[in-house]
C-alpha cells in the first residue's frame, strides 16, 4: 500500500523580481511502513515538497495523497493524521521542555500517557531536562524534542524536513537510530536530508535537485549502476593534485572525499600513463587505489550528468 503518493507536483515562486520553479513535476510514491529518504542539496526542493504534503502550501498543478486523502481536498483530516517538524526550530523557545509537550498534546486533544509507547525512548531522554527551556537545549536535545512533539498524537506518516542538518555526529546517528525504531512501530517516514551519506539508512531514497528528482530506489541499486573505475589518489600537496587530475584526459570528474580526491576514470584506462602523468607533474607521496563506490560518489555522479 501506498501511504505518500505525489503526482508530477510543480510549484513556482514569483517574487516581483524573479521566478524560481522549485518542483518541476515531481512524482513519487512511499509505502505504508516505509523510511523514505528525500536526498539533494540546498535549494533542491525539498521544503517545497514536504509542505506541500503536510497542507501548508498548495502545488501550481499536479497532485498528491498522504495516507490516501487528497492534500488540497482532505487537508484538515490530513492535519490530524500527520506529524512534521520543520527544518527551523519551531517549537516555543520560552517554554520549558515539559511545557512544549503538554502544549503539543492540548492541542490534538491528547496525553504524553495516551501514546507513551511510541515516544517513551526518545522521551527519556529528554527527560532529565523537562525543567529547561528549549532555547537553552543543545542542538541535538532540541531535534529529540521537536521529534517527541511531532509525534504526540501518535501520527500515521512522519514528515521530518532536514532533521539532523547543524547536528553533531554523535547526535545524528541516535537520531537515525529513533527513526528506526519509529519504523519498527509501523510509522511511514519520509525525511529529508541534504546529508548524502545518511541515505543509506533508508529503505528507499529519491535523489532531488533544481526541482527534479534523479533517481528513486533502494540505496542499494543506485550504488549498483555506478559503473566507471573509481580511484582514490593522494599525495603531499593535494590542492595542486586536485587540479592536475582535473585536467587528465582519462578522468571524468574529480572531487575532493575526505582525505583523497575521487576520480572517475573512463572505462579501460591506463593506470600506469596515470601515474607517469601525476610524477611528471612533480608530485610526491603518490597514492593511488581503486575503490568501491560510495552511495555519495553514485549521487555525485547522478547531479553531474543531470547538469550536462
Ligand atoms: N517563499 C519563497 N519565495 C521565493 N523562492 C523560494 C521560496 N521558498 C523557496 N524558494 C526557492 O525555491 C527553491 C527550492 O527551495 P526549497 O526550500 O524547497 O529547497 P530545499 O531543498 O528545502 O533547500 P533548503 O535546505 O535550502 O531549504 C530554492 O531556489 C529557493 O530559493
Not at 497542507?55 to 498528491?64: K, R, Y
Not at 586536485?242 to 593506470?271: C, I, S
Not at 600506469?272 to 560518489?297: A, F, M, N
Request: aromatic content about 8%.
Amino acid at each position: 500500500m501506498k501511504t505518500i503518493t505525489v503526482d508530477n507536483l510543480v510549484k513556482t515562486y514569483k517574487t516581483s523580481k524573479q521566478s524560481v520553479e522549485a518542483l518541476k513535476g515531481v512524482s513519487l510514491a512511499v509505502n505504508s511502513g516505509e523510511l523514505f529518504g528525500l536526498i539533494g542539496p540546498d535549494g533542491a526542493g525539498k521544503t517545497t515538497l514536504i509542505r506541500i504534503l503536510v497542507t501548508l502550501l498548495v502545488a501550481d498543478s499536479g497532485s498528491a495523497w498522504v495516507d490516501e486523502l487528497e492534500v488540497v481536498k482532505d487537508y484538515k483530516i490530513i492535519r490530524q493524521r500527520v506529524g512534521y517538524m520543520p527544518g527551523t526550530f519551531s517549537l516555543y523557545q520560552d517554554l520549558t521542555v515539559q511545557e512544549n509537550l503538554d502544549f503539543f498534546a492540548t492541542v490534538f486533544e491528547t496525553f504524553i500517557e495516551e501514546n507513551y509507547d511510541l515516544v517513551k525512548d526518545i522521551y527519556i531522554q529528554i527527560e532529565p531536562f523537562k525543567n529547561r527551556r528549549a532555547g537553552k537545549l543543545s542542538g541535538g536535545m532540541k531535534q529529540k524534542l521537536a521529534l517527541c512533539c511531532a509525534l504526540i498524537h501518535k501520527p500515521t506518516v512522519l514528515f521530518l524536513d532536514e532533521p539532523t542538518t547543524g547536528v553533531d555526529a554523535v547526535s545524528r546517528k541516535e537520531f537515525w537510530d529513533m527513526l528506526a525504531n519509529l519504523k519498527q512501530q509501523g510509522i511511514t517516514t519520509l525525511v529529508s536530508t541534504p546529508y548524502m551519506d545518511e541515505a543509506s539508512m533508508c529503505d528507499r531514497v529519491a535523489l532531488i535537485q533544481e526541482g527534479t528528482i534523479l533517481a528513486i530506489d533502494t540505496p542499494q541499486t543506485i550504488n549498483q549502476q555506478f559503473n566507471n573505475p573509481l580511484l582514490a589518489v593522494a599525495s603531499t600537496h593535494m590542492f595542486p593534485l586536485l587540479n592536475d587530475l582535473k585536467t587528465y584526459d582519462q578522468a571524468t570528474a574529480t572531487y575532493p572525499f575526505g582525505e583523497y580526491h575521487h576520480v572517475v576514470m573512463q572505462p579501460g584506462y591506463d593506470p600506469i600513463r596515470l601515474e607517469k602523468y601525476l610524477q611528471d607533474k612533480k608530485h610526491s607521496g603518490l597514492e593511488i587505489k581503486v575503490v568501491s563506490p560510495t552511495i555519495e560518489d553514485s549521487f555525485i555522479q547522478l547531479m553531474s550528468k543531470n547538469r550536462s
